[in-house]
T-cell receptor, first 116, second 114 residues
Framework: GAGVSQSPRYKVAKRGQDVALRCDPISGHVSLFWYQQALGQGPEFLTYFQNEAQLDKSGLPSDRFFAERPEGSVSTLKIQRTQQEDSAVYLC??????????????FGSGTRLTVV | AQSVAQPEDQVNVAEGNPLTVKCTYSVSGNPYLFWYVQYPNRGLQFLLKYITGDNLVKGSYGFEAEFNKSQTSFHLKKPSALVSDSALYFCAVRDRDRNNDMRFGAGTRLTVKP
């Protein structure tokens, strides 16, 4: 597609519910990133894929967070047993290059998750 | 690990005046530096990047930024601000020698008044 597409655009979850957030990167983009942006804050790195390989998951805040990209294109970020502090905008970005490449990122519009 | 500081939460300028949004960075290796803009309920939009070469980088919508290695800064500038420039601006850094993930500053809200 022409850009990075994220769905759903908005998600309201009850505390304890599991959620799945989807990211469709730009076709052919090797790298895919997930970021968490709390209200009034900058994006915080969560995890990074190069093709289907998850090369860095150091930013995932707990073992309730899980991301996958099984075929090297679409990615899903799953949050189990959601808690109120998980409320944030989850941004996905993709990039043409791989490790050490100097390409910029293209961001999706994000999924706004509200846990009530 | 790399990090970015944006010392101003808010910058206010009058339309037609020059604007500067400040950014300093910390990285163990050589940096790639980026500026992004975010409008309400929108994703981050790329403005410009410094990779290598000329320290003055020109980007979208008339913005430019100057890489200063000795001061580890990458301030965003525009000679004449527009009301439509009002948005949230993020500086970001990657360590070109270590990894591929980008780290962002906390953001600066720019308000341009008519």
């Amino acid at each position: 597609g022409a850009g990075v597409s994220q769905s759903p655009r908005y998600k309201v979850a009850k505390r304890g519910q599991d959620v799945a957030l989807r990211c469709d990167p730009i076709s052919g983009h090797v790298s895919l990133f997930w970021y968490q942006q709390a209200l009034g804050q900058g994006p915080e790195f969560l995890t990074y894929f190069q093709n289907e390989a998850q090369l860095d998951k150091s930013g995932l805040p707990s073992d309730r967070f899980f991301a996958e990209r099984p075929e090297g294109s679409v990615s899903t970020l799953k949050i189990q047993r959601t808690q109120q502090e998980d409320s944030a905008v989850y941004l996905c970005a993709s990039s043409l290059g791989g490790f050490r490449a100097n390409y910029g990122y293209t961001f999706g519009s994000g999924t706004r998750l509200t846990v009530v | 690990a790399q990090s970015v500081a944006q010392p101003e939460d808010q910058v206010n300028v009058a339309e037609g005046n020059p604007l500067t949004v400040k950014c300093t960075y910390s990285v163990s290796g050589n940096p790639y530096l980026f500026w992004y803009v975010q409008y309400p309920n929108r994703g981050l939009q790329f403005l410009l990047k410094y990779i290598t070469g000329d320290n003055l980088v020109k980007g979208s919508y008339g913005f430019e930024a100057e890489f200063n290695k000795s001061q580890t800064s990458f301030h965003l500038k525009k000679p004449s601000a527009l009301v439509s420039d009002s948005a949230l601006y993020f500086c970001a850094v990657r360590d070109r020698d270590r990894n591929n993930d980008m780290r962002f500053g906390a953001g600066t809200r720019l308000t341009v008044k008519p």
